[in-house]
Structure formats: C-alpha cells, structure tokens
C-alpha cells in the first residue's frame, strides 16, 4: 500500500493500528513496515492539543516526518487532517507539534487555525486555574503557540 488513510478513529485506536505487529517468516515487523506504506494520512475525530500531541509523537519517533496539514470548522468542532511520510530525505533536529504547517499557511487555514489556537489556548487555561496544573503535552502546545510564529 502507498498510502493508508485513518479517519474517524480516536488517537488510541490510531496508535494501535500504526503500530500493529506481525510475524513474517522468523521475526515480528510493524503491518506499516509489511504493507511498505510511504503515507499516512490521518483525521482524528478530536483536535485537542494533547491528544494531537500524543498521535503525533507516537508517529514521528516510528520514524515518520510530518508533511502537511489542513484545518476544517465543521459544527462548532476543528478537524486536523495531517499527513506523514517516510523514507523522505529529511533532517529533522527536533519533532513537528501539531500546527507546525497550518501555523505557516496564509488565507483561509492561517484563519481557522488563529481561531482554533486563540479557543484552544483560553481552554487550556480555564483548565489550568480548575485543575491547578496541565499535563505536559498541553504544556509543550501552549508555550509553543502563546508567542508570535
């Protein structure tokens, strides 16, 4: 397979499946690695930062870079669709947080993911004076987009 999109799955269910194992002759290899899939393409029902934090670390140190990104406000609700790529000859120093492409985009997705960051940093921080504390991805996502980029 080229390509494997996922949809509609919550970020556990996707980091089961990319990350599934199968026995092959004498050894145990991910169904990515045996499919020979060059692209993911991925759309989470939720598009919480931490949660997107948690899918998109799991992927990048599977060895996978972050190639795109569009934002969708459908219903009071953002869909982040993100797609990942391999055997690209990239050299990355450091993990791609979620927005790392719409945070660069100009028009109609540099819009939506402003309003998307702007509402999700003000829950982050109704979170913050409820709980006392934020858990570290939120942390991680909320200095990373609490300055200009």
Not at 32 to 57: E, G, N, V
Not at 59 to 87: A, H, M, N, P, V
Not at 110 to 125: I, P, R
């Given at each position: 397979?080229?390509?494997?999109?996922?949809?509609?799955?919550?970020?556990?269910?996707?980091?089961?499946?990319?990350?599934?194992?199968?026995?092959?002759?004498?050894?145990?290899?991910?169904?990515?690695?045996?499919?020979?899939?060059k692209r993911?393409?991925?759309?989470?029902?939720?598009?919480?930062?931490?949660?997107?934090?948690?899918?998109?670390?799991?992927?990048?140190?599977?060895?996978?870079?972050?190639?795109?990104?569009?934002?969708i406000k459908?219903?009071?609700?953002?869909?982040?669709?993100?797609?990942?790529?391999?055997?690209?000859?990239?050299?990355?120093?450091?993990?791609?947080?979620?927005?790392?492409?719409?945070?660069?985009?100009?028009?109609?997705?540099?819009?939506?993911?402003?309003?998307?960051?702007?509402?999700?940093?003000?829950?982050?921080?109704?979170?913050?004076q409820k709980?006392?504390?934020?858990?570290?991805?939120?942390?991680?996502?909320?200095?990373?987009?609490?300055?200009?980029?």
């Amino acid at each position: 397979a080229d390509a494997i999109c996922i949809a509609g799955m919550g970020v556990d269910t996707m980091i089961s499946i990319l990350g599934s194992e199968i026995q092959v002759e004498d050894k145990t290899v991910r169904h990515l690695d045996h499919l020979q899939c060059k692209r993911l393409y991925l759309q989470p029902p939720t598009s919480r930062p931490r949660q997107m934090m948690q899918l998109y670390k799991e992927i990048q140190e599977s060895g996978w870079i972050l190639l795109d990104e569009r934002i969708i406000k459908l219903k009071k609700r953002w869909y982040i669709t993100c797609s990942f790529g391999r055997d690209i000859d990239v050299d990355l120093e450091e993990l791609s947080l979620p927005g790392h492409c719409l945070s660069k985009r100009q028009g109609e997705q540099k819009k939506e993911y402003d309003a998307y960051v702007e509402h999700h940093l003000q829950w982050l921080d109704k979170d913050s004076q409820k709980k006392g504390y934020l858990c570290d991805d939120d942390l991680v996502w909320r200095d990373a987009n609490s300055t200009p980029q």
